[in-house]
């Protein structure tokens, strides 16, 4: 089955304790993007890659890192959250560069206490 | 400029009514409008998308209207059902100065169809 997977769903964790969110797609996807979604405001990129270590910024980038070692995962990586960065976050992937057909993940429900 | 506006935030329309949600944008340059479909605990998915150049397109029970002069679109959902419940996006797709194409996502609307 064709999907775009992330893990963990839900996180709980305390300001300052590094964590990584895992997204991973299955369908060759060259185009990667990271959003997280906040009550009111929508949907706001914060990284995106148009291919294998190629990254760069989205709209709102402060706080956060990815990588892209391997065309199928883009972790996404906080070194040291804050309270403002509880959200929910979404991955998604396109097959060509910024297609506006994109396949969004399940999400990550993080909370930051 | 990149922003695109939507509204109403949330809306509740009887089973077998209309429902209408509308977005609006400033950029000109914007290449193609897409909703999302958001049901809880999912991730969004595509619905239906509009080029700029048609000024409606219909899918099912779902069509996308648009009026570029004034810069709007809407999304219609023609009889609706308890299954369309669900949080709408409407969004633009635009080329950014690195050469990419990138999505800008209206703020949401949370569509519950009553029985």
């Known amino acids: 089955e064709a999907q775009v997977t992330q893990n963990p769903r839900y996180l709980i964790t305390v300001t300052g304790k590094k964590l990584t969110v895992t997204c991973s797609q299955n369908m060759n996807h060259e185009y990667m993007s990271w959003y997280r979604q906040d009550p009111g405001l929508g949907l706001r990129q914060i990284y995106y890659?148009?291919?294998?270590?190629?990254?760069d910024k989205g709209d709102v980038p402060e706080g956060y890192k990815v990588s892209r070692k391997e065309k199928r995962n883009f972790p996404l990586i906080l070194e040291s959250p804050s309270p403002n960065q509880t959200s929910l976050y979404f991955c998604a992937s396109s097959l060509i560069m910024g297609s506006y057909e994109q396949y969004f993940g399940p999400g990550t429900r993080l909370t930051v206490t | 400029q990149q922003q695109v506006k939507q509204s109403p935030q949330s809306l509740i329309v009887q089973k077998g009514g209309i429902s209408i949600i509308n977005c609006a944008y400033e950029n000109t340059a914007f290449d193609y409008f897409p909703w999302y479909q958001q049901f809880p605990g999912k991730g969004p998915a595509l619905l239906i998308a509009?080029?700029?150049?048609?000024s409606e397109k219909k899918e099912g029970r779902f069509t996308i209207s648009f009026n570029k002069s004034a810069k709007q679109f809407s999304l219609h959902i023609m009889d609706s059902q308890p299954g369309d419940s669900a949080t709408y996006f409407c969004?633009?797709?635009?080329?950014?100065?690195?050469?990419?194409?990138?999505?800008?996502f209206g703020t949401g609307t949370r569509l519950l169809v009553s029985p």
């Open positions: 890659s148009m291919n294998v270590e190629v990254t």
């Open positions: 509009i080029r700029p150049d048609v």
């Open positions: 969004a633009a797709s635009l080329y950014g100065t690195t050469g990419f194409q990138k999505l800008v």
